[in-house]
C-alpha cells in the first residue's frame, strides 16, 4: 500500500469512527479525496475488515434512533436506508430493531401530541390532520386507521 493510500484510509478511517458509515458514504469521501476505483476498494476492505465499517451495525443504529429520537415510522426509515444503499438482510435487521409495542405506543404519543396542537373543531378535519401527520412520518395507512378508530 502506497503512502498515498494509508494517508487515505487513516482518514477514512477516523471519518467511520466519527459515526456509522455506510459503504456509499465513504465511497463519496474517498472519491472527494481523489481516490478511485481499484484503491476506494481496497480501503472499503480495509475498513470492514478492521471493523470500522459494518452496515448491518449502521442500518441497526440508523433505524432505532430515527425512531425513538425522531418518532419516523418504518416506511419512512426504509426509505432512508435504501437510499443510503442499504437492502435485503441488513434492511430486516433494522425493521427487527423496532419492537411492535414500542411501534404502536410511539404512533399513538405522537398523534395525541398532534391532536392537542390541532385548533379545529370538526371531527373530520382533525382526523384528516392526523392521518396526513402520521403519513409524513412513515407509519402505515392501516396502523394509522386502527390506532385511531380504537381511541
Known amino acids: 500500500m502506497t503512502e498515498l493510500l494509508k494517508d487515505a484510509l487513516h482518514k477514512a478511517a477516523m471519518f467511520c469512527a466519527y459515526q456509522e458509515r455506510t459503504q456509499q458514504e465513504v465511497r463519496e469521501r474517498l472519491k472527494e479525496w481523489a481516490v478511485l476505483g481499484d484503491d476506494a476498494e481496497e ?6 475488515q478492521q471493523n470500522y465499517l459494518n452496515e448491518e ?3 441497526k443504529s440508523f433505524a432505532g434512533g430515527k425512531f425513538r429520537v425522531k418518532g419516523w415510522g418504518k416506511r ?3 426509505q432512508h436506508l435504501q ?5 435485503g438482510y441488513n434492511l430486516d435487521q433494522a425493521m427487527k430493531e423496532i419492537a411492535p409495542d414500542d411501534y ?7 398523534l395525541n401530541r398532534k391532536r392537542q396542537s390541532i385548533r ?3 371531527p373530520l378535519v382533525i382526523k384528516q390532520k392526523l392521518v396526513r401527520y402520521a403519513l ?11 390506532v385511531l378508530n380504537d381511541e
Open 136 to 146: 409524513s412520518k412513515g407509519y402505515e395507512s392501516e396502523l394509522i386507521f386502527s
Open 57 to 59: 451495525r449502521f442500518a
Open 43 to 48: 480501503i472499503i476492505a480495509e475498513l470492514i
Open 104 to 110: 404502536q405506543d410511539t404512533l399513538k404519543e405522537l
Open 76 to 78: 419512512k426509515i426504509k
Open 120 to 122: 379545529d373543531d370538526n
Open 83 to 87: 437510499q443510503r444503499g442499504i437492502s
